[in-house]
C-alpha cells in the first residue's frame, strides 16, 4: 500500500489534501521543526489532528531539529502535548529525543529522519531496533542504491517524489548578518524569495532563507520523480513525500491530487510511461516558474556519490 505524506501550510489546504486522498498530514511548529511551509499554534496543531483523524487519515508531527540544551529540555513538554492530541507519530534525527521517549510518558511511535546521514538500510535497522516505525532516506541516495537500501530495510522508508532539497544549514544568523554588514534592511524569510549564485555561474539560483532555526540553503532544482513512481513501487519504497515548502498552497493541493491519481493507477496495474509523461508535464505546468525540477540525486551513478 503507498503512502502519501504531505506538508501543510493551513488549515484550509489541510482539508483540501485530505479530500483528494493524502494520507498522512506533515506539520508542526518552528521551535522543534525544520524547514516548515507554515509555523503552526498549539490550538491549530490540535485542529490538524482532528481534521485528519476525522477523515481516517495520520498526522505525523515534525521534531526534525538538532537539539542545543535549551531546546531538548524544552522536548518532554512538547511529547506531552503531542500525546494529547493523539498524534500519530513523530519525524525526529536527534537521539536525545528517543531517548526521551524511552520514558512511556513521553513516547509516541517514530519516523527516523536524520537528513543526509541515513544512507544505508544498516543505519535505518539500528533505529527500527530501537523503536522506529519508518524512516526517511537522504534524498542524496540514488536508484541503484536505494533499491539495495529498501530490500534489507526492516522498515518502510519514506522517498521525496515532490518538493526542495536542502543542501546546507547553519545555526548562524548569515543573512542578518550580510545585511547588517552593507548596513541594509532587508526581509529574509522565505516569503522573500532570495537566491544565491555561483561565481561565475549566473544561472545558479540556490534558494536561502533565515528563521529561528538558522540558515538555509536549497539546490538548484526541486524534486520530480514522475517518470519513476512505479519504479519505486516495484521496489518496495511505499511512502511518498510531497513537499510544498516553495510552492503556493492551491498549486501544491493540485500537484498532490496528481500524484494520488497517479498512486491508483500504479496500484491497480493500469500505469504506464505515456501516462508518467503526462504526470512529468502536468506537474511541469503547476510548479513555480522561478524554480526548475530534475529528478534530483535519483539517476546518478552511486560511484560519484560519496
Known amino acids: 500500500m503507498i503512502e502519501i505524506i504531505a506538508t501543510v501550510e493551513s488549515i484550509e489546504q489541510a482539508k483540501q489534501l485530505l479530500e483528494i486522498g493524502v494520507d498522512v498530514l506533515y506539520f508542526g511548529e518552528d521551535t522543534?521543526?525544520?524547514?516548515?511551509?507554515k509555523s503552526f499554534t498549539r490550538d491549530e496543531q490540535r485542529q490538524l489532528c482532528e481534521l485528519a483523524h476525522q477523515y481516517g487519515k495520520k498526522v505525523s508531527i515534525a521534531l526534525n531539529a538538532i537539539f542545543h540544551n535549551d531546546g531538548i529540555r524544552k522536548v518532554p513538554e512538547y511529547l506531552t502535548f503531542l500525546k494529547q492530541i493523539h498524534a500519530d507519530t513523530v519525524t525526529l534525527g536527534d537521539p536525545g529525543v528517543v531517548?526521551?521517549?524511552?520514558?512511556?510518558?513521553?513516547?509516541?511511535?517514530?519516523?527516523?529522519?536524520?537528513?543526509?546521514?541515513?544512507t544505508s538500510s544498516r543505519q535505518i535497522n539500528f533505529w527500527a531496533k530501537r523503536g522506529a516505525v519508518q524512516a526517511v532516506v537522504a534524498r542524496e541516495v540514488?536508484?541503484?542504491?536505494l533499491e539495495i537500501l529498501a530490500q534489507q530495510s526492516l522498515i518502510p522508508v519514506e522517498c521525496l517524489v515532490y518538493g526542495a532539497t536542502c543542501i546546507h544549514q547553519s545555526r548562524r544568523p548569515l543573512l542578518q548578518n550580510y545585511f547588517n554588514y552593507i548596513k541594509q534592511t532587508q526581509p529574509i524569510g522565505k516569503d522573500r524569495?532570495?537566491?544565491?549564485?555561483?561565481?561565475?555561474?549566473?544561472e545558479t539560483h540556490y534558494?536561502?532563507?533565515?528563521?529561528?532555526?538558522?540558515?538555509?540553503i536549497f539546490a538548484n532544482n526541486d524534486v520530480l520523480l514522475a517518470q519513476h513512481l512505479e519504479e519505486l513501487y516495484n521496489m518496495g519504497i511505499y511512502v511518498w513525500k510531497l513537499d510544498g515548502l516553495f510552492t503556493s498552497e492551491h498549486q501544491f493541493v493540485d500537484i498532490a491530487h496528481l500524484i494520488v491519481a497517479a498512486k491508483q493507477d500504479i496500484m491497480q496495474g493500469a500505469w504506464s510511461v505515456e501516462k508518467s509523461l503526462e504526470l512529468e508535464h502536468m506537474i511541469?505546468?503547476?510548479?513555480?516558474?522561478?524554480?526548475?525540477?530534475?529528478?534530483?540525486f535519483y539517476l546518478f551513478d552511486p560511484n560519484i556519490v560519496k
Open 32 to 37: 522543534f521543526g525544520l524547514r516548515l511551509p
Open 193 to 202: 524569495g532570495f537566491f544565491l549564485s555561483e561565481p561565475k555561474k549566473p
Open 99 to 118: 531517548q526521551i521517549m524511552k520514558n512511556n510518558t513521553y513516547h509516541i511511535p517514530y519516523r527516523y529522519d536524520a537528513q543526509v546521514v541515513v
Open 207 to 216: 534558494s536561502i532563507y533565515e528563521d529561528v532555526n538558522g540558515t538555509h
Open 142 to 145: 540514488p536508484k541503484e542504491s
Open 284 to 296: 511541469t505546468e503547476k510548479h513555480p516558474k522561478n524554480r526548475g525540477l530534475d529528478t534530483g
